[in-house]
Structures are given as C-alpha cells and as structure tokens.
DNA sequence: CAACAATGTAGCTGGTGACAACAATGCTGT
DNA sequence: ACAGCATTGTTGTCACCAGCTACATTGTTG
C-alpha cells in the first residue's frame, strides 16, 4: 500500500478543483498556497512547478471558470425550447446562478480579464460571450429585439442581469426574490426593446 | 523644533484617509496595517487603538464610503432641475462615477454589509439609498412611472445601474460610451415602465 | 541502463496581522 | 499645583504567508 507515491499524477487538476472550492466557501482572499498544498497532501513547494505565482493560479482558475460559465450557458440556452423568451430567461436565469453560487470565481473572473498579460483569459471570456450575442442575435431574427448592433442591446441586457445578481450577493434581496424580479425584468426588457409599440 | 509630537492628534482621521487613497489606487487587498502606519508616520502598532484589527478598519471605511456616496448622489439629484429623467439620469451618472473611481470601495461597501456585525454600517447604506427611493418617488407622483412598491420598481433600475457601472470596471466598455449607453438605459427603463402605452 | 527532464521537498527571507508589555501624554478632580 | 488615571503611541514577539533557491526523487527516452 503506497501510502503517498512522489508524483501526485494530476496535482495541477487537484490544485485547480481543491482552490475552487476554497474560493467559492471562504473567499479570494483566504486562498492560500501553503494550506491549498497542504490540503492536497503536498509539499507548500510543489504547487510552483504549475503555478509559478499566485496571480497564475487565479488566472488559471479565472480561465476555467469561463469555460464552465460558458458551458453552462450554452446547456440553458440549448434547452429553453423555442420561444425566445423563455430562451433568454433560462439564459438569465443560469448567469445569475453562477453568479450567486461563485461571486468572488466571477469577480476574479472579470478583473482578471482587463490584466493585459492574460490573453488567455480573454479568448476564454470571449468564446463564454459568444452565447449571450448569439442569442441576441436569435432575438433581433425574430423581431422580438429592434434590431441594430448586438452588442448595443446586448450589453444593456446583461448589465441588467449582472445588477441583478449584485442584489443578491449584496443581499439587498433574497435568492427567492428573483422568481419575481427575473420575469419582470426580462418582461421589462423586452418591452422597452421596442421603440415604436 | 519638535519633529513629531508623541500624540499624532488625528491618526483615526489620517489613517481612514490614506486607506481610501490607496485602496483606490492599488486595491483592498494591498492595504497592510502595517504600511498604512508608515505612510502616516507612525509606529506599526499605534493603529491598533483605532481599529482593533483589520477588519474594523475596513468597516470604518466602508461606513465613511456610504456617506461620501449618500452626499454626492444628494448634490447630483439637487443640482438636475426639474425635468424627472434629468434628475434620474443625474443620479445615475454620479452612481456610475463613484462605483468606477472606487469600485473597490463599493464592493467593500456591499461586503461588509451583510455581515450582521456591522449595525453602523446598515444604517449608513439605509441613509444613502433613501435618496434613490424619493427619486422613485418622484417619478410615481409624475405618473412617469407606474405605481407600485418603490422597491420593486427602484431595484430594477438599481440592478441596471450597477450593472453598467460592473461594465466599465470590468472592462466590457470603455468609460466614453456611458455617454450613449447610460441615457440609452434610461430610455429603456422609462419606456418599459409604462405598462399600457 | 544511463543521462536527463519533470516533479516534489526542505529551508530561507522579508513581510504581515494579532497580541502584550511598556512609555509618553493629556485630562480631571481635589 | 499636582497625583492619579485613561488615552494614545512604541517596541518586541509570535505565527503565518508568498516567493525563492538548492536539493531529492521519479519516470522517460535514447
């Protein structure tokens, strides 16, 4: 029984999965490379040799995170059935989830995003956004948003969506507020979306 | 000449003020008891008698923070004249500035928030924000927009509003295109608050 | 199977937050 | 005036952390 062999075999994935976790029960800050080291059974060393810094680590865990939001997106998305509406909610509905569940994964997220060494992070970000502006997209096909640049509309509607998901991590509201809040502000959206009624 | 005197006379004062500075500049997570101490010329221990640990300090700010934003969000609305989409677009404006010169600080505002410690801190956030529900007010008694619970109707155009302010810190937009997009929101809102056109 | 690259270990340095003992100062009551 | 006391600041200590370097172990390849 080899209690511990020298070559972890995955440390890089064991790092990644363990540090998420930390950050998503105590927060960004109180991610520490030594403890994260030592809840995977390793040396407080051994996590340099795939992390040179604690900025990679969080950037790697930033650049996964899109890849997961991204993913999760797309799962939503593909299944809302056909009417837009109910596409774009169940949209909503899944970004503020993350959101909520991974506020400070989302955070580390965005700033890391405008830190011009990451390139990486921002074809990440750019392939998760792709969803949201295909959708608008799907929308404006169909009448249903006036049309014109996308990225016009469709940066008005995930700043709503995003303010909304700061409500609750801000607590100003209750996660069981938004079966009400989300309705009425994707109903809102679509209804100022039309200039001439 | 005494170069300096054993008392410092205001460190509370001083050290709230250069906190602010450098969290604006270089982050929360760069703020060092220890630093701030010597910026302000003083031994590492002495900020101890104002804030018993960080995190006092860090409400202290907070507090501070939601009375600076309370004033300017008063000055803004007071100073728009008449018209209610100036007054909301005015108040709008001066939230989006705050939250983009001291997104760290308004993060920390929200932060220590929900954490039930903090009473002080509770009631500051309740002062600041009764100036956007009389504004929601405002706009009831006009008939501009639909009645209702304030709330309901102001945690919208909250949601909205922060949420183009988290468009700017995280680098979706450039600061120069809230010249079109804040007013395109504004529109937005006020024509999707009218039920029946 | 020997050399080499990849991976993990151990120890050091400088910095930090929390804490406690101590010193200087200002205030208050008599 | 001044003794006693509370307030404020200083110094030293402890445990922890990130980043670094030198070294040890493993597995891979020619």
Same sequence: chains 1, 2.
Avoid: C
């Avoid at 029984?1 to 972890?8: A, C, G, S």
């Avoid at 909520?100 to 750019?126: C, N, Y």
């Avoid at 956004?129 to 640049?149: C, K, M, R």
């Amino acid at each position: 029984m080899d209690v511990r062999p020298y070559h972890h075999g995955n440390l890089r994935t064991a790092l990644l999965a363990q540090a998420e976790r930390t950050v998503r029960e105590r927060g960004v800050n109180e991610l520490s490379l030594r403890e994260l080291a030592r809840e995977v059974g390793v040396s407080h060393g051994a996590p340099r040799r795939h992390f040179p810094d604690r900025q990679a680590l969080l950037d790697a865990l930033a650049e996964s995170g899109f890849e997961r939001l991204g993913a999760e997106l797309r799962a939503a998305v593909d299944g809302a059935g056909e009417d837009f509406r109910a596409r774009l909610e169940a949209t909503a509905k899944a970004y503020i989830q993350f959101a909520i569940e991974d506020a400070e994964l989302l955070e580390l997220m965005f700033a890391g995003k405008h830190r011009e060494s990451a390139q990486a992070l921002v074809d990440a970000a750019d392939r998760t956004f792709s969803v949201l502006f295909e959708l608008i997209g799907e929308g404006q096909a169909e009448g249903v948003l006036e049309p014109g640049d996308p990225e016009r509309v469709g940066l008005l509607l995930f700043a709503t969506v995003q303010g909304i998901a700061a409500l609750v991590t801000g607590s100003m509201i209750e996660a069981d507020q938004l079966d009400w809040l989300l309705p009425e502000a994707i109903a809102h959206f679509l209804r100022g979306s039309r200039t001439a009624s």
